[in-house]
């Protein structure tokens, strides 16, 4: 049976508690930026709301955690919540793990237009347009249980659409049994298609990224339904801040192409993707180790400066936040086989390598040898067998440079060589 058209917002995971992170000398210029892009970007949802005559938006939790977000977070909410009250604008919210309906301040009311469902059961609301019944939303505000149960969405069917709200991990085969045409869900930062047709099942993602774990665009969706129920939608960017990890092939390197000529095209590409956007960008380059020059922490630190100076003052900017050097899975043969201090390093090297590090015991060596801090030295004697082939690899990259006579500065402030993560 056919009925209205009407559209509305899919969006989640604002996380306005959380600061922007994996930022190393945070540049004064970017501060006041990063410090309002979840803000922003949140703000821009309701924004959108309004200029695209939404009929409702679908929040599927993880808005904010009142208790530590401050008065700031609770009235931003109510401020843009009220806004929309005025467009008769309905808000569907099912709370997440941080903004659980109970923690919401007693002394601040949410308009009318807000509904909020319950964490102890599957609850639902019916959106109307003119007294008649368009849409049933169906949700759930997160209950502790680390996964979506599908059993609690059962319905019986009618002619209205159906739309699904939930907050958590999610099987699209236990999801698709149900009688619901959407699901709206929730728990994720970033975008995830797990069914493209009938049922839709979408993760709307973070509409603004926090992470480098969280690379790539962020925003929400925006769903069209027409008469005849046919879905349309549409992923709509709104990120003020863009993360991207970038690696630079050890091939060209050793084709002779000047390092900095081949970072500075990529940085023009990653601009003209990002459309306008400020860039936070990790370096990691594949060395040809038998080609380089000083691969150690002041020539990394040149580098970073360079790439600082160049590229990250502009409007739009393109700020690096850190570059790695890797090493080739093999070191060239002929050092290897030289009668020398560093072939019968590379040698002892390659030995722990081939038993993967298990017989490494370095922790008394550290212990009496290395005035480091007790994160630096947890790094290097972790059990973790695939972290301690790493930690060897670093160390065999350091030994090489030391040992070709480079200088090296062992006591480098930030400790970036040979892809510290601190």
């Known amino acids: 049976m056919a009925k209205e058209s009407f559209r ?84 569907y919210w099912a709370g997440g793990s941080i903004d659980d309906p109970e923690r919401w301040p007693e002394a601040v009311a949410l308009p009318e237009n807000v509904h909020v469902f319950s964490k102890h059961e599957v609850e639902t609301f019916v959106y109307r347009r003119h007294q008649t019944s368009l849409v049933t939303l169906l949700g759930r505000s997160h209950d502790g249980s680390e996964t979506v149960r599908a059993a609690e969405y059962a319905i019986e069917p009618d002619d209205n659409f159906v739309i699904a709200v939930a907050h958590g991990q999610a099987d699209s085969e236990s999801l698709s049994g149900e009688r619901v045409d959407y699901w709206a869900l929730g728990g994720k930062h970033q975008a995830d298609v797990l069914r493209s047709d009938e049922p839709m099942i979408r993760y709307c993602g973070s509409p603004q990224a926090r992470s480098l774990n969280e690379t790539g665009a962020h925003g ?82 040149d580098l970073l400066g360079w790439l600082r100076r160049e590229f990250g003052h502009g409007q739009p900017c393109c700020w690096s936040i850190d570059i790695e050097i890797l090493p080739p899975k093999e070191l060239p043969a002929k050092w290897k086989e ?82 510290s993560e601190k």
Not at 20 to 29: A, K, S, Y
Not at 32 to 37: E, I, K, N
Not at 42 to 57: G, L, P, S, T
Not at 406 to 419: E, M, N, Q, S, W
């Open 220 to 301: 929400f969706i925006l769903v069209d339904v027409d008469a005849q129920r046919n879905v349309q939608t549409h992923s709509i960017d709104i990120d003020m801040i863009r993360y991207s990890r970038q690696e630079i092939d050890a091939e060209d390197v050793a084709l002779g192409r000047d390092l900095r000529q081949l970072l500075g095209k990529r940085v023009a590409r990653l601009q003209s993707e990002a459309s306008g956007r400020h860039l936070l960008v990790k370096w990691r380059v594949h060395m040809d180790l038998e080609n380089a020059a000083i691969v150690g922490p002041s020539a990394l630190e």
């Open 8 to 91: 509305f917002i899919h969006a989640s995971d604002f996380h306005l508690e959380r600061p922007l992170q994996d930022i190393l000398d945070l540049p004064d210029h970017l501060r006041r930026t990063l410090v309002d892009a979840a803000w922003k970007a949140a703000e821009a949802i309701f924004e959108h709301a309004i200029v695209e005559n939404v009929d409702f938006i679908v929040l599927a939790g993880d808005l904010l955690n009142p208790l530590t977000c401050g008065a700031q977070g609770p009235a931003f909410l109510l401020e843009h919540f009220e806004t929309l009250q005025k467009r008769n604008i309905q808000v």
């Open 338 to 419: 030289e009668d020398t201090i560093l072939g019968d390093f590379l040698r002892t090297s390659a030995s722990h390598r081939k038993d993967q590090a298990k017989k490494m015991h370095v922790k008394p060596i550290i212990d009496t040898e290395t005035p480091a801090t007790n994160v630096w030295q947890a790094a290097l004697t972790a059990s973790d067998v695939t972290t301690q082939v790493a930690t060897l690899d670093k160390s065999t990259l350091l030994g090489v440079d030391l040992l070709r006579g480079h200088k090296i500065d062992l006591v480098a402030p930030t400790r970036r060589f040979g892809g």
